[in-house]
């Protein structure tokens, strides 16, 4: 039996689950989140999703400016809000990404 192939198991061939260290995929949506924000490409992944949402045929929910909008594929636009920006301080032990 050939000898497994560093950092997988022995057992099935399969590698070890991801962590969220930034080895392997993210495990979790969070993660996923910070490894594309902390690569400066979570804009052009939000893009990617909303491109596809509209292939679709689906409605496309987002934040403008201070109103939360659905926009369907007919380009009718409906606000379902305004809201009042929140005041947020950002906790401590939290990381603030950076923008690229």
Wanted: proline fraction near 11%; charge should be positive.
């Amino acid at each position: 039996m050939p000898k497994p192939k560093p950092g997988r198991h022995a057992s099935n061939g399969v590698s070890p689950r991801p962590t969220a260290t930034g080895r392997g995929k993210p495990r979790t949506l969070e993660d996923a989140v910070v490894a594309l924000a902390s690569a400066g490409k979570l804009a052009e992944a939000g893009r990617c999703a909303i491109r596809a949402q509209r292939r679709a045929g689906l409605p496309v929910t987002y934040m403008d400016g201070d109103e939360i909008v659905t926009e369907y594929p007919d380009k009718r636009r409906v606000v379902l809000r305004t809201v009042t920006p929140p005041i947020y301080k950002i906790p401590k032990g939290v990381t603030k990404i950076r923008s690229a």
